[in-house]
């Protein structure tokens, strides 16, 4: 079956950083995506990776690794603003999105 | 970038009373729309996909004849949620995919409210 594993919650400090990982199984697989979603927003993109590596964009960064089926989003320096749930979506051989839960990230002062 | 359109943005309606919205793409094609749905503090739900042209194809526990899509352009398609009732009280969003299949562009979502 296809399925996408993120944790529920994350809790982080202003200023610090963090990674909320994303684990996958797809039936074949066309990138993985990273959304970001404010409470009552619809999701914004962030990020997409089809190929192995990390991806740096500013503040945020993304990582695939293929053969493990796993994904990571890394946020630097956080700003209160960047609390927010973010989901991991998957895309399938059909081009289909398999989402995650999405994790809900805390930011505190 | 592609930008895609929802109206309303809010609609509060009565128990028994049908609410359509529609969801436009504004400067590209979307041969496949999506319509999400999203309770409070849960992810998003998948509730059907829909082809220009064609029926949609719905989510398993989504009953189609409640949830009336029509997909009849390339720019434009319709979420109808008939007879509704407070439990279908949620955030709305559709997404299209552009015609090179890759990339799909959220709506700003509708949040229904059913009295």
């Known amino acids: 079956g296809q399925n996408i594993d993120q944790p529920t919650e994350m809790t982080a400090t202003e200023g610090a950083i963090v990674q909320i990982n994303c684990t996958y199984q797809?039936?074949?697989?066309?990138?993985l995506f990273w959304y970001q979603q404010h409470a009552g927003e619809a999701p914004t993109f962030l990020s997409y990776?089809?190929l192995d590596g990390l991806e740096e964009k500013g503040r945020f960064s993304s990582f695939l690794s293929r053969s493990k089926g796993y994904s990571y989003l890394l946020l630097k320096e956080l700003q209160m603003k960047d609390s927010a749930s973010y989901l991991c979506?998957?895309?399938?051989?059909?081009?289909?999105?398999?989402w995650g839960a999405g994790t809900k990230l805390i930011i505190k002062p | 970038g592609a930008v895609v359109s929802q109206h309303p943005s809010w609609v509060i309606c009565k128990s028994g009373t049908s609410v359509k919205i529609e969801c436009r793409s504004l400067?590209?094609?979307?041969?496949?729309m999506f319509w999400y749905r999203q309770f409070p503090k849960q992810s998003l739900m998948l509730m059907a996909t829909?082809?220009?042209?064609?029926?949609?194809?719905?989510e398993q526990g989504v009953e189609k004849d409640k949830f009336l899509i029509n997909h009849a352009s390339l720019t434009l398609s319709t979420l109808t949620v008939t007879s509704a009732h407070p439990e279908d009280s949620s955030f709305y969003i559709c997404?299209?995919?552009?015609?090179?299949?890759?990339?799909?562009?959220f709506g700003p979502g509708t949040r229904l409210t059913v009295t």
């Open positions: 797809t039936s074949g697989f066309n990138g």
């Open positions: 990776n089809v």
């Open positions: 997404s299209a995919r552009d015609t090179q299949g890759l990339w799909q562009y």
């Open positions: 400067d590209f094609q979307a041969t496949t």
């Open positions: 829909s082809n220009e042209g064609s029926k949609a194809t719905y």
């Open positions: 979506a998957g895309s399938d051989s059909n081009y289909q999105l398999i």
